[in-house]
């Protein structure tokens, strides 16, 4: 399955699952990232670590380790 990291920049994808355990997928949900949200990938930073996210109409910065336990599909 493709996760968020693998989403090309300028790139819109929907959430299907969220991968993780604990403290990690609280976070990532608490955030605005559940199953069923689009994702639009606005850019990478230049070493590729953080990914700047749009979710629910706002701008979020999410580090890639974070983005690899979300599966997506285009």
């Given at each position: ?39 639009h ?12 996210i ?21």
């Amino acid at each position: 399955m493709k996760t968020l990291k693998d989403v090309a920049v300028g790139g819109t994808a929907t959430v299907k699952k969220i991968n993780g355990e604990g403290a990690i997928r609280r976070r990532i949900m608490d955030m605005g990232i559940t199953k069923g949200i689009k994702v639009h990938v606005r850019k990478v930073a230049p070493l590729g670590d953080p990914l700047e996210i749009t979710v629910r109409g706002y701008e979020l910065s999410l580090r890639k380790a974070d983005a690899e336990s979300i599966e997506v599909e285009e």
